[in-house]
């Protein structure tokens, strides 16, 4: 971890309506630094990344990224930041290699860049087919190659394993981590606990629009439970069960 | 504050408008609104050849004396004949009115007193001027052939003169090709938009867009220009359908264009205001139901309260389909399309002020 700061979040507060989903969360993730950001459903997650990603704007505080001003500088920092979406929004009509042509166009990136992401992701075999076609593994890496494709200097993952089978979800892990060894700033929300623990340099626990806890992984297990999940279930209430029933 | 250099702009609406433009060939929700208008162009187009009597000849008459011909003519069982028409001008207007090929006689004051004499003189005759020279020769030969059987000597037809240009009011076969372009120009531009932006919210590729360096109103501008295209493919099929209606190509290319702007800034519209096909397939009829038939109100003029037809005529089809009209009319002034032309562009301008406020209160 160094200490120039990717992500600076002051004081964020975000009302929808009479509701404050965000009450004034506060924290910073280093350059090149793996966050995990945990929390039960509800709990402001998906908020505080449409926050960051400049797709919504605060009610209140401040947020930073790359030193840019999430509201006021919002294109040069959307310029600079890869977005994996919880849903695979993808072109399905459209190849993956179209896809990615496509995003190539509105980056302004050089076409060559495309194959090399998708022989990074190893999809280069698969480039041709229409996205309808292709398994629910290989969109979450055609997903991933979009983040990737101009890139970025942090990249926001939004359950990047979710509904994978394990060997998929095991390949993505290991790339997330090349990618950090890269020097890549990670931002990660995630409902596996394992996969947080394993990835994550530090772990933000949001509940209820408040931060409970931030820590490494390590700290936090040895202050509330002998694994994250007893830590989450500790200071949310929630049991992780409960989560994917919702 | 601008933080896109203009290249930069450009390079991101091109990319948003052809990748709009090729989605929609691959979109079948998107395809069927082109194809279902360029449907309706082909059936206004085809219309009047369904009606046309095919055995019988259509001719008005204007007979300037009181020849016993009119009656032949009348009395002929392949000869439609109008006549009784005051004078020359009042027929060759009612033949400006007709949407089929038809042929507007004169007979002059002494053509019996020649035909007694065995010289009958050659008749005038007019045609609407879209008719192809083919065809006219065909409406000749015929004419000729028909007055020969009657008269049992030889008369000819002279349809050499000066063909008969519409009026900007006319009816006929420039109202049938005004009416389907205002169609195509409104029903394209105002469901394409809204019909793709859908599809982005549905596919949620409209988030990606959003974090892209893309900016609410590079996405509106791009699929504004998919839009703008699809409608001038559907006003080239009008067009290329009915070339020969169209006299001043470029008064009939601004309507063009200012009908696309006003239709896709309203699609547009739609497009920022409705988040569900359920809301998009009412509100979209909602908005078009009002502006299609008020084009059947003024069409039908005569049939409605003068202050409803009025009021109708500042509708923006009807600003439409009267500047369509006027593009195909013989000799116009400024006065026939100029305020029309502006009102239809301030409509444009004023729908695009509504997008924006639209845009903006969803750029939250």
Sequence with gaps: MTGTQAISVQALTRDYGAVRALKGISFDVAQGEVFGFLGPNGAGKTTTIKILTGQLRPSGGTAQVLGYDVVKERQELQARIGVVFEHQNLYERLSGRDNLTFSARLYGVDHQRVDQVLDLLGLAQQAGKKVKVYSNGMKQRLLIARALLHEPDVLFLDEPTRGLDPNVARDIRTFVAELADKGVTVFLTTHYMEEADRLSDRVAILHQGNIVALDTPAALKAKHGESLEDVFIALTGNSLRGQFEE | ?364
């Design chain 2, 1 to 364: 504050m601008r933080k896109h250099s203009l290249a930069t702009d450009i390079r991101i609406v091109q990319a948003i408008a052809t990748n709009d433009i090729w989605d929609v060939v691959r979109n079948k929700n998107a395809l069927m609104v082109v194809v279902m208008a360029l449907l309706v162009v082909v059936f206004y187009r085809a219309l009047p050849l369904l009606y046309a009597d095919a055995t019988n000849m259509s001719v008005r008459i204007y007979d300037a004396g009181d020849s016993s011909l009119v009656a032949m003519l009348e009395n002929s069982s392949t000869v439609d004949a109008y006549i009784g028409y005051a004078s020359l001008e009042a027929m060759k207007a009612r033949v400006a009115d007709d949407d089929t090929p038809e042929l507007g006689l004169v007979i002059p004051e002494d053509f019996d007193l020649l035909l007694d004499a065995g010289t009958p003189p050659a008749l005038t005759a007019y045609t609407q001027h879209w008719v192809s020279d083919r065809d006219v020769s065909k409406i000749r030969e015929r004419m000729e052939g028909e007055l020969a059987a009657l008269l049992g000597i030889a008369v000819d037809v002279d349809v050499t003169g000066d063909r008969i240009d519409a009026l900007p009011t006319s009816h006929g076969l420039g109202a049938t090709v005004a009416m389907s372009l205002a169609y195509v120009t409104i029903v394209i531009g105002t469901t394409l938009p809204p019909n793709l932006m859908l599809e982005e919210r549905k596919a949620r590729t409209l988030d990606a867009l959003l974090v892209s360096p893309a900016t609410p109103a590079h996405i509106a501008l791009g699929k504004a220009i998919c839009g703008l295209f699809y409608v001038l493919v559907g006003a080239a099929v009008t067009f290329a359908a009915s070339y020969a209606v169209v006299t001043h190509w470029e008064l009939a290319l601004m309507t063009t264009i200012a009908a696309g702007i006003f239709s896709v800034s309203l699609g547009l519209l739609l497009g920022a205001l409705l988040e569900s096909r359920q809301q998009m397939q009412l509100w979209t009829w909602v908005v078009l139901a009002p502006l299609l038939i008020s084009v059947v109100f003024v069409l039908m003029e005569e049939l409605m309260p003068p202050v409803l037809v009025s009021v109708f005529r500042w509708v923006p089809t009807n600003l439409v389909l009267n500047l369509a009209r006027a593009a195909f009319a013989g000799t116009i002034t400024a006065a026939d399309w100029a305020w029309q032309l502006l009102a239809l562009l301030a409509a444009g301008a004023a729908t695009m002020i509504a997008v924006v406020w639209a845009i903006r209160r969803s750029d939250r």
